[in-house]
């Protein structure tokens, strides 16, 4: 996870260089109720405190942005809420279930999922057919067998891939639907990915630096269609990500972390101002 000048600009500043605040669609206040919770978070590797008592909670509907510079924790968090890692002291509660209580392979069934920084596709499985596999988890048990045509599984499948062609058409997919994921653009592969996540019907959506990799007009794009595909199938996201402009332009709410600690939690703009924020960058550059 870098972070470059325009990000240091951006923190600093409290504004994307070329765009006002207006026009990045900062979103103020917070509404709805609470249903992702942390508090009091613990997790050490030997001597390294990774996180260090990490609290703040995401709201229904919410698109919580998660910066900080590297080696602040963000990924040791996403760890953590999707069970990856044991922490030693805290609370993880969504929508009221403990998640700490919960096994890594349970954690889907509740309505989380997450993206990759990498992309987590199968290189030789279709577009389609890897936008199905994101179903498997929740749907059916026998969804993978069915990928091999195990006739058992046929109807299951039918019902999936109705799903699947839904979410090809809305993320404009269809084109490339029987396309290995192998080839594709990498632009195409985080909407991939994207429709991968999506197919369960998540109610929290972990997404790790989706920006990484693209254009700065592709940035743009993802950042309209993630605020689109909330609107549409409703969910609160977690938004891991160096890439100021997208952070500060499509959450309704920012947690800063350094070192393990959470140092700013609020309105992107509040975040933006706040001078432990602007210190926590400037400070690894120093
Ligand atoms: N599996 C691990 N073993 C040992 N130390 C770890 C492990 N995972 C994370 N750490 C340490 O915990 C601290 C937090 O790392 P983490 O990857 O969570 O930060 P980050 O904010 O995601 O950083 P980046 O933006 O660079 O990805 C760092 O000091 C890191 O070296």
Same mark, same amino acid.
């Not at 109720?33 to 509907?61: C, H, K, P, Q, Y």
């Not at 290995?180 to 991968?196: S, Y």
């Not at 499509?250 to 959470?262: E, K, L, N, Y």
């Given at each position: 996870?870098?972070?470059?000048?325009v990000?240091?600009?951006?923190?600093?500043?409290g504004?994307?260089?070329?765009k006002?605040? #207006?026009?990045?669609?900062?979103r103020?206040? #917070?509404?709805?109720?609470? @249903?992702?919770?942390?508090? %009091?978070?613990?997790? *050490?590797?030997?001597?390294?405190?990774?996180?260090? *008592?990490?609290?703040?909670?995401?709201?229904?509907?919410?698109?919580?942005?998660?910066?900080?510079?590297?080696?602040?924790?963000?990924?040791?968090?996403?760890?953590?809420?999707?069970?990856?890692?044991?922490?030693?002291?805290?609370?993880? *509660?969504?929508?009221?279930?403990?998640?700490?209580?919960?096994?890594?392979?349970?954690?889907? #069934?509740?309505?989380?999922?997450?993206?990759?920084?990498?992309?987590a596709?199968?290189?030789?499985?279709?577009?389609?057919?890897?936008?199905?596999?994101?179903? /498997?988890?929740?749907?059916?048990?026998h969804?993978?067998?069915?990928?091999?045509?195990?006739?058992?599984?046929?109807?299951?499948?039918? #019902?999936?891939?109705?799903?699947?062609?839904?979410?090809l058409?809305?993320?404009?997919?269809?084109? @490339?639907?029987?396309?290995? $994921?192998?080839?594709?653009?990498?632009?195409?592969?985080k909407?991939?990915?994207?429709? *991968?996540?999506?197919?369960?019907?998540?109610?929290?959506?972990?997404?790790d630096?989706?920006?990484?990799?693209?254009?700065?007009?592709e @940035?743009?794009?993802? +950042?309209?269609?993630?605020? !689109?595909?909330?609107?549409?199938?409703?969910?609160?996201?977690?938004?891991?990500?160096?890439?100021?402009?997208?952070?500060?332009?499509?959450?309704? /709410? @920012?947690v800063?972390? %350094?070192? !393990?600690?959470?140092?700013?939690? +609020?309105s992107? $703009?509040?975040?933006?101002?706040?001078?432990?924020?602007?210190e926590?960058?400037?400070?690894r550059?120093?």
């Amino acid at each position: 996870m870098g972070y470059n000048l325009v990000t240091l600009l951006t923190i600093v500043t409290g504004v994307t260089p070329g765009k006002s605040a #207006r026009s990045q669609g900062i979103r103020a206040g #917070r509404e709805g109720r609470t @249903v992702l919770e942390i508090s %009091d978070l613990v997790m *050490r590797f030997g001597g390294v405190t990774a996180l260090d *008592r990490v609290g703040f909670t995401v709201a229904d509907n919410e698109i919580c942005g998660l910066i900080g510079p590297n080696g602040a924790g963000k990924t040791s968090l996403f760890n953590c809420i999707t069970r990856i890692y044991r922490p030693e002291e805290g609370m993880v *509660r969504f929508d009221g279930t403990d998640l700490l209580s919960l096994q890594r392979h349970q954690i889907v #069934r509740h309505g989380i999922v997450r993206t990759f920084q990498n992309l987590a596709l199968f290189p030789t499985l279709s577009v389609l057919d890897n936008t199905v596999v994101g179903a /498997h988890s929740t749907s059916t048990p026998h969804l993978v067998p069915s990928l091999l045509g195990w006739p058992t599984t046929r109807a299951a499948r039918r #019902r999936v891939e109705a799903d699947a062609w839904e979410l090809l058409e809305r993320l404009e997919l269809t084109d @490339v639907a029987f396309h290995p $994921a192998a080839g594709l653009p990498f632009g195409t592969l985080k909407r991939v990915e994207l429709a *991968r996540a999506l197919i369960s019907r998540p109610s929290l959506l972990l997404l790790d630096e989706p920006a990484g990799g693209l254009t700065h007009s592709e @940035v743009n794009e993802l +950042g309209q269609l993630i605020l !689109g595909l909330r609107d549409d199938y409703g969910f609160s996201a977690l938004l891991v990500e160096h890439h100021m402009g997208l952070v500060m332009g499509i959450s309704d /709410h @920012v947690v800063a972390m %350094d070192f !393990g600690r959470t140092i700013a939690d +609020g309105s992107p $703009a509040e975040v933006q101002r706040d001078p432990a924020v602007a210190e926590a960058y400037l400070g690894r550059t120093a």
